[in-house]
């Protein structure tokens, strides 16, 4: 039973970036795909205690391609 974290901090639009892989994690049977929306405009949600709670639920974590820079700034 997949939960997938989705990290899409990478992307130049990470919220569309997220919903595309969600929705294909979902097809391929995931019971649950989530959205972690820790951006490089918004590091500060790596704190979120409701967020990580909810990271700590995924039983795997997703990072979508793009600018791998935006990873190491974030």
Same mark, same amino acid.
């Given at each position: 039973?997949?939960?997938?974290?989705?990290?899409?901090?990478? +992307? =130049?639009?990470?919220? +569309?970036? =997220?919903?595309?892989?969600?929705?294909?994690?979902? =097809? =391929?049977?995931?019971?649950?795909?989530?959205?972690?929306?820790?951006?490089?405009?918004?590091?500060?949600?790596?704190?979120?205690?409701?967020?990580?709670?909810?990271?700590?639920?995924?039983?795997?974590?997703?990072?979508?391609?793009?600018?791998?820079?935006?990873?190491?700034?974030?």
């Amino acid at each position: 039973m997949a939960r997938i974290g989705v990290v899409t901090a990478a +992307s =130049a639009d990470p919220a +569309s970036s =997220a919903d595309d892989y969600i929705q294909l994690f979902l =097809a =391929a049977g995931a019971v649950e795909a989530v959205w972690i929306p820790i951006t490089v405009d918004n590091p500060e949600l790596a704190y979120d205690d409701e967020l990580v709670d909810t990271t700590l639920t995924m039983t795997g974590i997703f990072f979508g391609g793009g600018d791998q820079l935006r990873l190491v700034q974030t």
